[in-house]
Every structure is written in C-alpha cells, then in structure tokens.
C-alpha cells in the first residue's frame, strides 16, 4: 500500500504563487507515474498535471506556462509549482499515484489517492 501526503495549499491572491508539495510513503515503486487533480465544488475532478517514465510531463492547457510539476525521486515527493494564480484555480487539488511508470490521463487510471489540499485564489 502507498500513503500520499499533500501540503503547500493555502489563500492566496490574484497573480501569487504556491508549491504544492506530495510525499509518498509505504511501498512505492521505482519512477510510479504520478499526477495532481483538482476538483472545484460544484464541478467535476480534472487533471491539471502529470509526471511518468524519467520526463514526460503533461498539463492541461489552462495551466501551461504557469504550473511546473517536479519530482525528487530520492524524496519519493513530486511538486506542482504554481504562479500566476487566477481565482478560477481555486479548488481541492489532489496528489494521485500508479501502481506504474506508465502514464495515464483518466482518474480511474491513478491507484492512490491524498486527501486533498485546499488553494484558494482571491481575485
């Protein structure tokens, strides 16, 4: 079993920057293809970026140029850098893990799941 914790969210205004930090514990593999969700009330979860293999990386596009993901294998942490905040990023963002290097761009891919950390953007 893989325990993810998420930390980092927080309030924050229009144009700031957050790190969103996820460390993996329990029996992880090596490189596990790894993504942050978000899930905003009212609206469905949705993936905003994903890391698999040594540097595949995928954003959704209303993220591209301000998000960042990252990882630190030897920390088993993976990193969602956030700038240019914008108040429609305010949701519940997720930490999500494969039991796989093997990337995947559907929820129902991702085997673990974090309890979520709060962003807020005030505009």
């Known amino acids: 079993q893989v325990q993810l914790a998420e930390s980092g969210g927080g309030l924050v205004q229009a144009g700031g920057s957050l790190r969103l930090s996820c460390a993996a514990s329990g029996r992880t593999i090596s490189n596990p293809a790894m993504a942050w969700f978000r899930q905003a009330p009212g609206k469905e979860r949705e993936l905003v970026a994903a890391?698999?293999?040594?540097?595949?990386?995928y954003y959704r596009n209303s993220v591209k140029g301000r998000f960042t993901i990252s990882r630190d294998n030897a920390k088993n942490t993976v990193y969602l850098q956030m700038t240019s905040l914008k108040p429609e990023d305010t949701a519940v963002y997720y930490c999500?893990?494969?039991?796989?290097?093997?990337?995947?761009?559907?929820?129902?891919?991702?085997?673990?799941w974090g309890q979520g950390t709060q962003v807020t953007v005030s505009s």
């Open positions: 999500a893990a494969r039991k796989t290097s093997l990337g995947a761009l559907s929820s129902n891919d991702y085997d673990y």
């Open positions: 890391t698999w293999s040594i540097d595949n990386t």
